[in-house]
């Protein structure tokens, strides 16, 4: 009876774990939405009413995403450095667990609603730093060990009406379309996009407060999203990432001086098709630094940071297409640069200069359905897709920036052309493989090919 009682225990986890939805529309679309409650009082049926049904859940859900990576690779671990040819050529592989993300809601009533999502990245914990004011401004490290967990989301929702929402806590940045749709199996790569992930935070998550809602009916809707956040800090930008490494959280608070404003809004004009647009202001990165004697060269003065993103996405049952472009400008870039590189050696902060005044990332990936070509439900959902990306950090320098460049700078402009196919065993549960070719600094440096195949999973656990 005992050995039975374990067998029925475990049959029953196991079912949990893959009791996901059979709609494969909302497995990769619907998922984000809820996960990061983007449009929580549609999903609840709040239209004037209250529903703790609606969606299947009455009080809480438990679920998450994450993938799993295997590469064989036919370049080096640096392009940048003492190898005028770029990449040394080396045969090597490589296996990880980019991330597994335990997502969960609970509801207090049908108008309050509480959202968490902790992020374990690359199966570690990540690096703390704290800034000792009392030893000169000297950068103490708490823990050294590789990987990252990170509370990725938390935040508190008031539910109003479907048109108009409060929310507050840390919560998820749409800019980019890797942002807004950043679980694995929302795109066909086994990695995510390689230009935004480059360019701008990923996962871009901050604190603030956040005002957003659903208006239209039926097939032609319009959600908008308003926010108020911490901003960027100046301090962690550099040559290779631009603004990505300014996101704040390398220490135990946030600065406030400065936050910023983001604003997106997402339009489906007909069935299957939404065209998104994004935009991000920090009126000055230079406020948010730490106060440390060997900055004080630029925080009067003023950096302002501008991002724009427009994308779109289009699915039937015969083809999928995505696309986006995310570009932006920064401010007093030179300023940065500078003081930048003369920080203390042991901060935190990279010191690669010079940071770019205008940067850019786009690319684009059609794939094909061929169970809904040939039209029979007993051939596997198998996904062939082409992509191709364009990023450069440096597209632009400011005037004056000639001295700090250097020829390793010309390496950062890339091409990326991935070929390959995806099999979704499952609405939640895709198989990857692809081919990925990159071309550097316009065929002036080695190119660099990789063979890669992934599992990327999302879904929810259980409900009640």
Same mark, same amino acid.
């Not at 890797?178 to 996009?193: D, K, L, Q, W, Y």
């Not at 895709?430 to 999302?458: C, H, M, P, Q």
């Given at each position: 009876?005992?050995? %039975?009682?374990?067998?029925?225990?475990?049959?029953?986890?196991?079912?949990?774990?893959?009791?996901?939805?059979?709609?494969?529309? =909302?497995?990769?679309?619907?998922?984000?939405?809820?996960?990061?409650?983007?449009?929580?009082?549609?999903?609840?049926?709040?239209?004037?009413?209250?529903?703790? %049904?609606? *969606? @299947?859940?009455?009080?809480?859900?438990?679920?998450? &995403?994450?993938?799993?990576?295997?590469?064989?690779?036919?370049?080096?671990?640096?392009?940048? &450095?003492?190898?005028?040819?770029?990449?040394?050529?080396?045969?090597?592989?490589?296996?990880?667990?980019?991330?597994?993300?335990?997502?969960?809601?609970?509801?207090?009533?049908?108008?309050?609603?509480?959202?968490?999502?902790?992020? #374990?990245?690359?199966?570690?914990?990540?690096?703390?730093?704290? !800034?000792?004011?009392?030893?000169?401004?000297?950068?103490?490290?708490?823990?050294?060990?590789?990987?990252?967990?990170?509370?990725?989301?938390?935040?508190?929702?008031?539910?109003?009406?479907?048109?108009?929402?409060?929310?507050?806590?840390?919560?998820?940045?749409?800019?980019?379309?890797?942002?807004?749709?950043?679980?694995?199996?929302?795109?066909?790569?086994?990695?995510?996009?390689? @230009?935004?992930?480059?360019?701008?935070?990923?996962?871009?998550?901050?604190?603030?407060? =956040?005002?957003?809602?659903?208006?239209?009916?039926?097939?032609?809707? $319009?959600?908008?999203?308003?926010?108020?956040?911490?901003?960027?800090?100046?301090?962690?930008?550099?040559?290779?990432?631009?603004?990505? @490494?300014?996101?704040?959280?390398?220490?135990?608070?946030?600065? #406030?001086?400065?936050?910023?404003?983001?604003?997106?809004?997402?339009?489906?004009?007909?069935?299957?098709?939404?065209?998104?647009?994004?935009?991000?202001?920090?009126?000055?990165?230079?406020?948010?630094?730490?106060?440390?004697?060997?900055?004080?060269?630029?925080?009067?003065?003023?950096?302002?940071?501008? /991002?724009?993103?427009?994308?779109?996405?289009?699915?039937?049952?015969?083809?999928?297409?995505?696309?986006?472009? !995310?570009?932006?400008? /920064?401010?007093?870039?030179?300023?940065?640069?500078?003081?930048?590189?003369?920080?203390?050696?042991?901060?935190?902060?990279?010191?690669?200069?010079?940071?770019?005044?205008?940067?850019?990332?786009?690319?684009? =990936?059609?794939?094909?359905?061929?169970?809904?070509?040939?039209?029979?439900?007993?051939?596997?959902?198998?996904?062939? $897709?082409?992509?191709?990306?364009? &990023?450069?950090?440096?597209?632009?320098?400011?005037?004056?920036?000639?001295?700090?460049?250097?020829?390793?700078? @010309?390496? /950062?402009?890339?091409?990326?052309?991935?070929?390959?196919?995806?099999?979704?065993?499952?609405?939640? /549960?895709?198989?990857?493989?692809? &081919?990925?070719?990159?071309?550097?600094?316009? *065929?002036? #440096?080695?190119?660099?090919?990789?063979?890669?195949?992934?599992?990327?999973?999302?879904?929810?656990?259980?409900?009640?």
């Amino acid at each position: 009876m005992k050995v %039975q009682t374990i067998i029925k225990h475990s049959l029953l986890a196991a079912t949990l774990a893959l009791n996901i939805s059979t709609n494969a529309q =909302e497995s990769q679309d619907a998922f984000r939405v809820r996960a990061t409650h983007i449009n929580a009082a549609h999903e609840l049926g709040l239209d004037g009413q209250d529903s703790l %049904q609606y *969606g @299947g859940w009455q009080q809480y859900r438990i679920g998450g &995403y994450g993938d799993m990576v295997a590469a064989f690779k036919d370049y080096g671990t640096n392009r940048f &450095y003492g190898h005028p040819e770029g990449n040394p050529k080396e045969h090597r592989s490589t296996i990880s667990i980019p991330r597994f993300v335990v997502a969960g809601d609970y509801k207090f009533n049908s108008k309050w609603v509480l959202g968490a999502e902790i992020e #374990f990245e690359s199966g570690g914990t990540g690096t703390a730093y704290e !800034l000792e004011n009392t030893e000169n401004d000297e950068y103490e490290t708490e823990i050294e060990k590789g990987g990252e967990v990170a509370l990725e989301q938390f935040h508190i929702t008031r539910l109003i009406n479907r048109s108009f929402n409060i929310r507050v806590g840390h919560f998820v940045l749409p800019v980019g379309q890797n942002n807004a749709h950043h679980e694995s199996i929302t795109f066909f790569g086994t990695v995510r996009p390689e @230009g935004e992930t480059t360019i701008v935070p990923n996962t871009w998550h901050e604190t603030g407060l =956040e005002l957003f809602g659903t208006l239209g009916r039926k097939v032609c809707t $319009f959600d908008y999203q308003l926010m108020v956040v911490a901003g960027l800090n100046a301090q962690g930008f550099n040559r290779n990432n631009w603004v990505a @490494g300014g996101k704040q959280g390398i220490f135990e608070e946030d600065n #406030f001086t400065c936050p910023a404003y983001v604003a997106r809004a997402d339009w489906r004009p007909i069935k299957g098709l939404r065209l998104g647009a994004a935009f991000y202001y920090c009126p000055n990165t230079l406020d948010n630094a730490e106060k440390t004697h060997n900055f004080s060269t630029y925080t009067s003065g003023k950096a302002p940071l501008r /991002l724009y993103n427009i994308e779109g996405q289009y699915r039937n049952n015969f083809i999928e297409a995505r696309a986006n472009v !995310l570009w932006g400008s /920064l401010g007093n870039s030179d300023a940065i640069s500078k003081a930048n590189n003369n920080a203390y050696k042991n901060s935190p902060y990279s010191k690669v200069m010079p940071v770019a005044h205008r940067s850019i990332a786009c690319g684009g =990936e059609v794939g094909v359905n061929l169970r809904g070509c040939i039209n029979t439900v007993r051939m596997p959902e198998i996904i062939p $897709f082409v992509r191709y990306e364009h &990023y450069n950090p440096q597209q632009s320098l400011a005037k004056g920036l000639g001295a700090m460049s250097s020829p390793a700078a @010309g390496r /950062l402009k890339t091409d990326i052309y991935i070929v390959g196919a995806n099999w979704r065993a499952l609405p939640n /549960l895709v198989i990857k493989a692809d &081919y990925t070719n990159r071309r550097i600094g316009g *065929g002036d #440096f080695n190119s660099e090919n990789e063979l890669a195949i992934g599992v990327a999973w999302a879904g929810w656990f259980s409900k009640h």
